[in-house]
């Protein structure tokens, strides 16, 4: 590390370091730093023409040729604040540039440097501090000085205030007097005086915690709002120092939270109204301005009441990616990305060891996790299992249930009544026995069919199967009917001439029909029928049936699935396929 450039953007919107490094390889490069967050770029030729600043807008994208195409993350002017060290140029401080700081895939950083003429681009990347592996040096301070928490008294009520990262803050307000103060040159400036909204903070100021393996510290809250179709919508903030003074921030809203993080511009690709990131597609939710009602503790910018950005939120449950667009004094511009990750309220609680327990959530959360899918893919896979299980018994039944022809004759209604005719005024009824039927299997069902060549008119037989030497008798009843008619809607046809009726698995042995034919009048309706039996049926009915029951649990929990998803897209100004709603297009 051979130089340190201290920077600021216009406004003191916020602080960024710089480090002139000299390489083993004869390389020169720029190490910045700016919200815990580094960045390694070298300088690079581009053979096409640079555009202009004025001519950028943040959000879009630029060719620079042979170097790709990049993402505007932000258009703004700088100031030099300080210098020490050896630096490549003379340095006048306050003296002012443009840039514009350029985001790519793959963490791929840039920067188009206005302050000469043609204009200067750096290229690299974000890497991880770890990864620099720097050491401690004789000749001048680590490129990331620890500073320890400081107490300065408030210019304004005297009252000790603790600032937790005061190599960061730029602003603070005091909690006795909520008096906002300046704290970007090293010492507390009283700005005005603060008329706070009541805010419901569950994390105290100066509490710390671990989430994820990281230890964090509280040291600021913002409460926040919008405002859609005349109904204020506010939510909470806390802002999140980590060890190595990097920050994040977790989300409060309706009891709901998340943790979230920036994420590069260049990561971002748009899919139509989507949002893709990472191989995954996430749908637009809600739009709207977002504006600053209260401000507690300290933040790396110059925060204000009032201060207003234009967030688009787009959701792939349990992750939300959010757009600020953000002008800033000056005429500069910045667009900034977060990815929200949701979290369970009792997960906040253990990480910063809460008394009592989180209040209950709210409503439906824009990237809550549904917590009906999982019930529902777990059923899907029982149904899965279980229908496999019913085809093999299905193939099993089908394999070992041949079915076998065992009895078939044809009865002569018209023979029997000519040989015996039934007394005057008696119910027609004649029974027919059937010759001896062996049955060797008892585990196989059985089927008997009737059929009669029967027109506008039916029928019966009433009949058993019995065993010879038991007596035992499995009785039954099947009726042959048919009926032809028109009206106005046209023909009309209704029954049928050939009926089967089905019979449970009997005892092995011998065994003979005993049939007695019935109908309406003293002439039967047809002169003969026919009764057949066969054994080994396989019953598809049955399972049709197991199936649908097998289905019922899944179905309802995908509609107990589809139904929270529905809820949660009730409250979104778009509809599940991205459109706004009531749009037709």
């Excluded at 005091?174 to 040159?185: I, P, R, W």
């Excluded at 066969?534 to 049936?545: A, C, E």
Aim: some cysteine; overall charge negative; aromatic content about 12%.
């Amino acid at each position: 590390i051979r130089d340190l450039v201290r920077f600021r953007g216009l406004g003191d919107v916020y602080k960024r370091q710089e480090w002139y490094l000299a390489l083993s390889d004869g390389r020169w490069g720029w190490l910045a730093e700016a919200q815990g967050r580094f960045y390694l770029t070298f300088a690079h030729a581009v053979n096409v023409p640079i555009p202009t600043p004025e001519s950028l807008r943040a959000g879009s994208t630029v060719n620079l040729g042979d170097q790709g195409l990049w993402s505007v993350a932000e258009v703004s002017e700088g100031a030099f604040a300080s210098a020490e060290g050896e630096i490549p140029w003379m340095v006048d401080l306050g003296a002012s540039y443009r840039f514009a700081d350029l985001s790519g895939p793959n963490g791929a950083f840039a920067t188009l440097d206005y302050s000469e003429d043609p204009p200067l681009f750096f290229t690299g990347r974000e890497i991880p501090f770890e990864d620099l592996k720097l050491k401690a040096s004789t000749s001048g301070p680590p490129p990331v000085p620890k500073v320890r928490a400081q107490n300065l008294p408030c210019p304004q009520c005297g009252a000790p205030l603790p600032l937790r990262a005061p190599d960061e803050t730029q602003h603070v307000v005091c909690a006795a007097c909520n008096s906002l103060l300046d704290a970007s040159e090293g010492r507390l400036a009283f700005l005005k005086s603060l008329q706070q909204p009541n805010a419901r903070m569950f994390i105290p100021l100066g509490a710390q915690g671990q989430l994820g393996g990281v230890p964090l510290t509280c040291i600021g809250y913002l409460l926040r709002s919008c405002t859609i179709e005349g109904e204020r919508y506010p939510w909470g903030e806390y802002l999140m120092m980590d060890n190595r003074h990097g920050f994040r921030w977790l989300v409060e809203s309706d009891g709901h939270w998340s943790v979230a993080e920036a994420v590069p511009l260049g990561e971002i690709r748009r899919v139509g109204r989507n949002i893709a990131y990472k191989g995954k597609a996430y749908k637009p939710f809600q739009h709207s301005d977002a504006v600053v009602d209260g401000v507690y503790g300290e933040f790396y910018w110059k925060v204000e009441q009032g201060e207003r950005v234009r967030v688009a939120e787009f959701v792939n449950a349990p992750v939300s990616l959010a757009e600020e667009v953000q002008r800033q004094p000056g005429g500069g511009e910045e667009v900034n990305w977060s990815k929200s990750t949701y979290l369970e309220g009792t997960e906040v609680w253990k990480a910063f060891q809460l008394k009592g327990t989180p209040p209950p959530a709210d409503g439906i959360a824009p990237h809550q996790p549904n917590p009906h899918w999982k019930t529902a893919r777990q059923l899907g896979l029982w149904m899965v299992a279980a229908f496999a299980l019913l085809v093999v018994v299905l193939g099993y039944e089908v394999v070992t249930h041949r079915e076998k022809l065992l009895f078939q004759q044809e009865f002569n209604l018209a023979e029997r009544i000519a040989a015996a005719p039934p007394a005057t005024g008696a119910p027609p009824e004649i029974l027919f026995v059937s010759k001896p039927i062996r049955i060797e299997d008892g585990t196989k069902n059985f089927a008997l069919t009737l059929s009669a060549p029967v027109n506008n008119n039916w029928i019966g037989v009433e009949g058993a199967l019995v065993n010879e030497a038991t007596g035992a008798s499995e009785v039954f009843q099947v009726t042959s009917s048919y009926y032809t008619g028109s009206d106005e809607d046209g023909p009309w046809t209704e029954g049928n001439r050939k009926e089967t009726v089905y019979l449970s698995s009997v005892p092995p042995g011998d065994y003979v029909m005993r049939l007695a034919a019935v109908w309406d009048g003293p002439v039967p309706p047809a002169p003969t029928f026919n009764v057949e039996l066969r054994m080994g049926i396989v019953r598809w009915t049955y399972g049709f049936l197991a199936a649908l029951v097998l289905a019922v649990f899944p179905v309802l929990g995908w509609l107990r699935a589809l139904s929270f998803e529905g809820r949660r897209w009730q409250e979104s100004m778009y509809t599940t396929t991205g459109l706004p709603s009531g749009d037709d297009d």
